[in-house]
Structure formats: C-alpha cells, structure tokens
C-alpha cells in the first residue's frame, strides 16, 4: 500500500538546537516530494519540492533532502518562528496523479 | 489574485443541513484540488478539477458529497444532509498546469464545518 509516514510525531527544541525531521514513503514512481508548513488556523504553506534522490533545497535555516526511500528536513539554530506542523507529500502515478500526506511533525522552539 | 481564497471560515450546521463551501482559485490556476483534514491532520483527498472538468473523483463520498467549478465562477464544495463525521477542515488547493514536472499546489486557509 502507499504510504507516507512522518516522525517524529512532535518535536521540542531549544532555540538554536538543530535537528531533523523524516519523511519515509513507500509508493510507486514518485515523480516529487513537497514539504509544507502549517501554523494554527491556516492551510499549508510550500516550502520545497524535490524530484530525484540526491536532490538539496535551502531556504533560511531549513534544508530538505531526498533519497530514494525518504526525506529529512533539517532545521539549522531554529528560531520560536519556526514553530508550526511540517508536511510532507508525495506525488506519483498511480493510473491518476495522485499526491499523499504524511500526518506531519508538530515541531516546538522554546525560547 | 494570488492567494486562494475560500469562503466561508467557518460554517456551523445541524445534523441533516446542507453545506456549500467555496473556493477561489489563484488567477491561471487550471487545476484545483478539495482535501478534508481531520484530526492528527490528516488530509484525505476528495476530488480534483482541470479548468470546469472533474479529474479525479476517486476520493469523494458519492452519495452526499458534490462539488463544481464552473467557468467565471468559484469552485464549490457542497454537503447534503451532513453528518457529524463531516465535521472537518476543507481544504481547496490549486496549480499551474504545467508540462513535465508536477508543480506544487498552493492551498487556501480552509473552511472549518462543524456538524451538530
């Protein structure tokens, strides 16, 4: 079955403690992988889209990564801003476009 | 414009009411996507148009659930006889249409529907 998973489930840093976040699928033909961001109240916002296994994006303090099996989002001296829940989705072929999320990381800064 | 815009926040119906949610997609935008997000966020795909033209229904439960895009109008999401389990955020998303590489869908803030 397809399935993307995301761990951990919630995250609490300090501020200026690096860590990743993972991102593991098992689907058929990934054509892409996003990740997203979403804060309280609002819809997902995008950050990244990678297409192939080795493939690295970077904005600010967030770098995401992809092999062949999963996705890390690495997240260099966090700030309290960067609180928020972080997806990942998948897009493949499956006789139809299909694009699936993950449940997301609930990720914590503490000041 | 350049952000999806869906109407209403929030919607409050009784058990059995209808329900009729909204979507704006952003302008050149031919494909626009409903998903629900229900609790540990879960988002469960519904159904996703190109331009007026349903694309993919695989998701949408048939028997209370419709929705349209007509041209010149925004996309809608409609709810016969809700249920509570209906209670949820709804999501509408949209993309360019794009030849080779998939683009990433830009979603709205959601429509939050609580069923009593």
């Known amino acids: 079955e397809d399935q993307v998973t995301q761990s951990p489930e919630a995250l609490r840093l300090q501020e200026g403690e690096s860590s990743s976040l993972n991102c593991s699928y098992t689907v058929s033909g990934l054509r892409g992988l996003f990740w997203y961001r979403q804060d309280p109240g609002k819809g997902p916002e995008f950050l990244f889209t990678l297409y192939s296994a080795g493939e690295e994006k970077e904005k600010e303090r967030l770098k995401a990564t992809l092999t062949k099996k999963e996705s890390f989002l690495h997240i260099t001296a966090p700030k309290p801003e960067d609180s928020a829940t972080y997806l990942c989705a998948a897009f493949y072929f499956l006789g139809n476009e299909k694009l699936t999320f993950g449940t997301g990381t609930r990720l914590t800064i503490i000041p | 414009g350049e952000e999806v815009a869906q109407t209403p926040k929030h919607l409050v119906r009784g058990e059995g009411q209808k329900a009729k949610l909204y979507c704006a997609p952003i302008?050149?935008?031919?494909?626009v996507f409903w998903y629900q997000q229900v609790l540990k966020n879960e988002f469960k795909f519904l159904i996703s148009?190109?331009?007026?033209?349903?694309?993919?229904e695989t998701g949408m439960p048939k028997e209370r659930f419709s929705a349209k895009c007509l041209p010149n109008s925004p996309c809608s999401l409609e709810i016969q006889a809700t249920k509570l389990e209906d209670s949820a955020v709804y999501f509408c998303?949209?993309?360019?249409?794009?030849?080779?590489?998939?683009?990433?869908?830009?979603f709205g803030n959601g429509t939050r529907l609580t069923v009593t």
């Open positions: 302008k050149g935008h031919s494909y």
């Open positions: 148009f190109q331009n007026e033209n349903v694309f993919d």
């Open positions: 998303a949209s993309r360019l249409t794009g030849t080779g590489l998939f683009s990433p869908l830009h």
